[in-house]
């Protein structure tokens, strides 16, 4: 008996269109307004800030991986290359300055209870930071807006090491103590002096490691003015969607620090000027 022929499954070629799967991506762009073209824009400018929150998120959490495990050079390249995706956040939010007031307000009742503090990637990305403010009562207010399975993916987000612990971790792992923040800006001080005579090559990659959590740290404070200057501009004093206090909310939050021990250390290592 001869061998049974299996038929040939014809293979839909790769094409541009159906890798990036365009169709089911451009048809998200769904405006709930009639007649109003801004929506569109506003739409399609907060769609492309969760994609990047997305990138953001798997950088930062293999980040925070690469420390846990003891290598530093990983980490500063996923934290550099978190710089670069935020920066590509904040050019993102610029086509939505081109929007006069006139045209939010014709569209800005179809927006409702939402808001853009019930992002959940965002939250994701400042609990994955250690921010407190995540878990404090302002979060808690935020975290009841989201969905389930939002809420889920943020509890086990909450409930895993913090960038912030994995760096401490890291500084333990190369000999420094670091049980308390005087011990820390100790080590701080080491690594803003290194590379000295006797310190081990890694103090150097440490150092830059440091370095790139500042970076990744004062990035997010441009997009949070970013966002703060452009709700401003768009409502001034108004309240916020979804019951927020607006721009008071934006520009009090500007300055949140991911991790303050590094900045208030900034002049750790630095001689005194003579005479002190």
């Known amino acids: ?65 690469r420390m846990l495990e003891g290598d530093a050079r990983p980490a500063r390249a996923r934290l550099v290359r978190s710089v670069a995706v935020t920066r590509a956040l904040i050019a993102g939010i610029h086509p939505l300055r081109t929007m006069p007031p006139r045209e939010f307000h014709a569209f800005r009742g179809v927006l409702g209870s939402s808001s853009g503090a019930q992002s959940a990637q965002y939250l994701e990305i400042a609990a994955l930071c250690g921010a407190d403010w995540v878990r404090g009562e302002y979060g808690a207010r935020v975290i009841a807006g989201l969905s389930a399975p939002e809420r889920e993916r943020l509890r086990r987000r909450l409930a895993e090491p913090t960038l912030w612990e994995a760096f401490v971790a890291l500084l333990g792992k190369a000999g420094f103590a670091v049980a308390t923040p005087e011990d820390r800006r100790e080590a701080y001080g080491r690594l803003a002096a290194a590379p000295r005579d006797g310190d081990p090559a890694e103090f150097a990659e440490l150092a830059e490691l440091s370095e790139a ?4 740290d004062e990035i997010w404070t441009e997009w949070r003015a970013c966002h703060a200057l452009l709700v401003e501009r768009q409502i001034g004093g108004r309240p916020g969607t979804g019951g927020s206090s607006g721009v008071a909310h934006l520009r009090a939050a500007v300055y949140r620090r991911f991790y303050p021990e590094l900045w208030e250390a900034r002049d750790a290592g630095v001689p005194a000027p003579p005479g002190r």
């Open 213 to 216: 959590l500042v970076d990744h």
């Open 1 to 65: 008996m001869p061998e049974p022929v299996t038929p040939v499954t014809p293979v839909t070629p790769v094409t541009y269109e159906n890798y990036l799967r365009l169709p089911e991506l451009l048809a998200l762009q769904v405006p709930l307004a009639d007649g109003v073209d801004d929506e569109l824009l506003f739409i399609a400018v907060h769609q492309v800030q969760e994609l990047w929150f997305g990138q953001l998120l798997r950088d930062l959490t293999d980040a925070r991986d």
